[in-house]
């Protein structure tokens, strides 16, 4: 079989050309798993499947999966396919035959896993957020940048075809000048006072361990989205609020004051002018993963909805007067983003898709040489945001936010 010799000749750098890569000559590319939790499965199935469907020059190799609980790691890696099992990750980082490490274990290791994985000179994937705080997300922004590894964060909502059709839409400049941004991420599986904190699964309950509540964690997505379509955030006010106060932890089985922020909600104000509303809750009954946005110009405004997640809302003002109005675009056609490699037009793709998205595009990144985002600063400016929300929250005032 003969290979293309440039993928970027059709326009879009991820579409075949002529034949696809074969395997015989791509560049192996060794994964080394660490976490195999619901990240370590939403990764791992992307890098199952990107070579099927995107046409790269590397081939993913599931070479190892890393977690302390070395059955359970062990189960892991049989489902997904990895060759071998590690229970220390650095042992891990220190094997020669791994080339990128996936960091999907919870977020106070992150910093700790990454910079010893890039004084190893090790390519770097970083669960999200980056770091526990700004402070150490810097301090990681400094490894990956001393080492000059290849790196990116998990901030997979980018890569939903209908929200990277949004960021072409503004890109194009069809909003125009842009006034408002309006974003929520809405869930409710923690009002029963009786979920624990701390352990695997309810990690995200325990502050020492997560961080922070939902602006970590959900706000987070939001924040990332947003300044990705709208640039970036000068100053918010924000309002927490822990609606349980006392858990049992997992692991103790005591009772523990809660440390983290169940609900919080934030106003911003983009350096481009326009004003925005955050959202972010796991006390919104009935919602259990609804992260919407609209945004609002001189021209036009779309919205979005995860629950809904393969339609754009797009409102064209300049429309004749007759047929004006919202239109649903189903984005599931060959020239929409991504969809030429998937199904035929009108067949719809989902969530996980997302993941291979960002996989596809980390490994055309190295291909190319042209890095694919989010890299680990842009995972720094939102880290930056969330801290100016925890901050204002206390002190009741507007935030500035650290520029990067
Ligand atoms: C929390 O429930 C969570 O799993 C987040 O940690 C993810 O980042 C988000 O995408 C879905 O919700």
Not at 38 to 54: I, L, Q, Y
Not at 148 to 167: D, E, H
Not at 306 to 325: A, E, M, S, V
Not at 335 to 353: C, F, R, S, T
């Amino acid at each position: 079989m003969q290979r293309s010799r440039s993928f970027t000749e059709a326009g879009h750098p991820l579409t075949f050309k002529n034949n696809p890569p074969s395997p015989f000559f791509m560049k192996p590319l060794n994964i080394g798993m660490i976490g195999y939790g619901f990240m370590g499965r939403a990764h791992s199935n992307a890098f199952r499947k990107v070579n099927n469907f995107f046409p790269l020059q590397h081939q993913v190799v599931l070479k190892a999966a890393c977690g302390r609980d070395g059955a359970k790691t062990a189960a892991f890696a049989n489902t997904w396919g990895y060759q071998s099992v590690e229970t220390d990750w650095k042992a891990l980082i220190a094997r020669e035959d791994i080339d990128v490490i996936d960091i999907a274990a919870p977020n106070n290791v992150h910093a700790e896993i990454a910079i010893a994985a890039a004084k190893a000179g090790k390519m770097i994937l970083c669960e999200k957020p980056l770091g526990m705080n700004g402070a150490e997300a810097l301090t990681m922004v400094k490894a990956i940048e001393k080492a000059k590894v290849a790196n990116m964060v998990w901030y997979n909502y980018r890569r939903i075809p209908a929200v990277t059709l949004a960021k072409q839409l503004i890109d194009e400049g069809k909003l125009g000048k842009i006034f408002h941004y309006r974003a929520k991420f809405l869930q409710d599986w923690t009002i029963n006072a009786d979920v624990p904190q701390g352990g695997p699964g309810t990690w995200r309950l325990d502050v020492s361990v997560a961080g922070s509540g939902v602006t970590g964690d959900l706000l987070a997505h939001c924040i990332d989205t947003a300044m990705w379509l709208n640039g970036s955030i000068d100053t918010v006010t924000g309002m927490t609020e822990t609606f349980v106060k006392e858990r049992a932890h997992a692991l103790t089985g005591k009772k523990q004051k809660v440390g983290i922020d169940d609900a919080s909600a934030f106003l911003a104000r983009f350096s481009n002018g326009s004003l925005a509303t955050f959202e972010s809750t796991r006390y919104a009954r009935g919602h259990k993963a609804q992260y919407t946005l609209e945004i609002n110009g001189e021209n036009g405004s779309i919205a979005w909805d995860l629950h809904d997640l393969h339609r754009l809302q797009y409102f064209d003002h300049r429309d004749g007067g007759l047929t004006r109005g919202w239109r649903s675009i189903h984005v599931t056609d060959g020239d929409q983003p991504y969809m030429k490699n998937w199904w035929v037009p009108g067949l719809a793709i989902g969530y996980e898709h997302s993941f291979v998205h960002q996989v596809a595009d980390f490994i055309a990144g190295l291909d190319s040489g042209k890095p694919a985002a989010p890299s680990f600063r842009e995972g720094l400016a939102t880290d930056y945001v969330t801290d100016a929300v925890l901050k204002s929250a206390k002190t009741g005032r507007w935030e500035k936010v650290k520029k990067i």
